[in-house]
């Protein structure tokens, strides 16, 4: 059995002004494709033929070249292994090219036309994918993550391949249905240990025990991404179509009747009452999500307001991790540590929602790419590239334990397990930025209207 393995994965803000260049990925070609363990169990049932595989983190808009460049080669590699059992697409669900539009729907169109309309192809993909209705036309079978924070990447990516083996071995070409909903939600909004996502997910059990059902997916989709195809929708695939739409409309019946119980795990409040309740925490640590500025989003990880009303409020014993931005980082190493040296921070990359904050302060701590300084009472950590801190192991460059700081500020949404299940206490504050979660003041301009909650329906 031959398996062609391929795929780019992006997760893409169009809010931001920024663009995701070739540069930007990590791409591994031919063996490196499959050569992390987690590929043993598929290569014990199957002969993998890797062609490229390509992915970043969340960004503003994909170049058009890069994209271009990265599908050329991927094509070109798929073509030369020909021909193949089926075809195993690693992928994200929401990237947009800046000139083409929706990646994912390009790309499955250039796939499909050099292989026989009836090749098997699957897919595992993001909950926070946009799907369009053609992309999940030329695909047998997608599986998406189960979980927000995100736990189960490997199982995933397992269950979609089991899938599509099966489809090979018992010459079956099983279809998925998609219904999209008028729902729109930040993925802070659908974290999967609460209701109401808790009992939805939970709901997929039931489901792929009915006659004929393979798989289902609930996609809450990525609210940052402004295309035609932003919205939640749930996927089911099965035998036949009639069978896998008949359960996706039951299955967007229930989650539509549960709009309206969506909303963050944590007390989420503005920057100024963040501020406030800041200054009352006693003990700690207590982490504060600066939200709008998430980089696991697509945030650009360089506005300084809220690091700005942090020291407006004289407060210490604070770490904030961190803000990017490279020339202050190369400031810092050629002034070098315990100096004090004269700083513009951020504002640099994210010119729509911030402007530099200038700050003298003394450099505490040189890392590879990467500074750490005080300013009064805060600790700040520079980074010179878009770093999100999200593990134990992320602040080691600052050589501070946030486990033994009053207070965390992190640039993020919903916090990762290994920081959550840490500290005494975590809340979001409303900040500005790409990823602002008041999504009724983004300016949408794709999306397919009405859609709760921007309009009352």
Not at 14 to 22: A, I, V
């Amino acid at each position: 059995m031959r398996i062609a393995v391929g795929g780019i994965w992006h997760e893409t803000n169009t809010f931001s002004t920024l663009r995701t260049q070739y540069s930007d990925f990590r791409i591994w070609r031919g063996e490196e494709c499959t050569q992390a363990e987690a590929w043993k169990p598929m290569k014990a049932v199957a002969e993998l033929l890797p062609c490229l595989t390509a992915g970043t983190t969340p960004n503003g808009l994909v170049s058009a070249d890069a994209y271009r460049s990265l599908k050329s080669e991927l094509l070109e590699r798929l073509e030369a292994q020909l021909p193949v059992d089926g075809i195993f697409l690693p992928l994200h669900g929401a990237m947009h090219v800046e000139e083409i539009g929706d990646g994912e729907t390009d790309l499955l169109k250039a796939i499909r036309a050099l292989v026989d309309p009836n090749l098997p192809i699957a897919s595992n993909l993001d909950l926070h994918g946009n799907l369009s209705p053609e992309f999940v036309a030329s695909v047998n079978i997608l599986t998406a993550l189960r979980t927000a924070p995100h736990i189960d990447g490997l199982e995933t990516r397992q269950r979609a391949f089991n899938h599509l083996v099966r489809a090979i071995t018992e010459n079956r070409r099983p279809v998925t249905a998609m219904v999209k909903l008028p729902l729109l939600l930040p993925g802070e909004y659908a974290v999967t240990a609460i209701e109401p996502s808790k009992s939805l997910y939970a709901h997929i059990e039931r489901l792929q025990a009915e006659p004929g059902v393979w798989d289902a997916s609930l996609m809450i989709s990525c609210a940052w991404t402004d295309s035609p195809f932003t919205s939640v929708s749930t996927l089911v695939v099965a035998d036949d179509l009639e069978t896998a739409s008949k359960h996706a409309r039951e299955y967007a019946d229930m989650v539509w009747e549960r709009r309206k119980e969506f909303g963050p795990e944590v007390e989420t409040i503005s920057a100024e009452s963040a501020i406030v309740r800041a200054a009352s925490v006693s003990a700690g640590p207590v982490f504060i999500s600066e939200s709008g500025d998430n980089v696991t989003a697509g945030g650009a990880g360089d506005v300084p307001t809220f690091l700005a009303m942090l020291i407006e409020a004289k407060l210490d014993d604070v770490l904030y991790a961190g803000i990017a931005d490279p020339v202050a980082v190369q400031a810092c190493a050629s002034a070098g540590e315990d100096a004090t040296v004269n700083l513009s921070l951020g504002g640099k990359l994210d010119k729509v929602n911030a402007q530099p904050l200038y700050v003298q302060a003394k450099v505490l701590k040189l890392a590879d790419c990467a500074a750490t300084v005080q300013v009064g009472g805060i600790a700040i950590v520079i980074t010179s590239g878009r770093d999100s801190f999200h593990t134990l192991e992320s602040f080691e460059p600052s050589g501070i334990d946030p486990l033994k700081t009053r207070l965390v500020v992190v640039k993020q949404g919903y916090l990762a397990p290994p920081l959550k299940e840490r500290c005494s206490e975590t809340f979001m504050a409303l900040t500005p930025g790409f990823t602002d979660l008041r999504i009724e003041t983004l300016p949408y301009r794709n999306v397919v209207r009405p859609i709760y909650p921007l309009d009352n329906i």
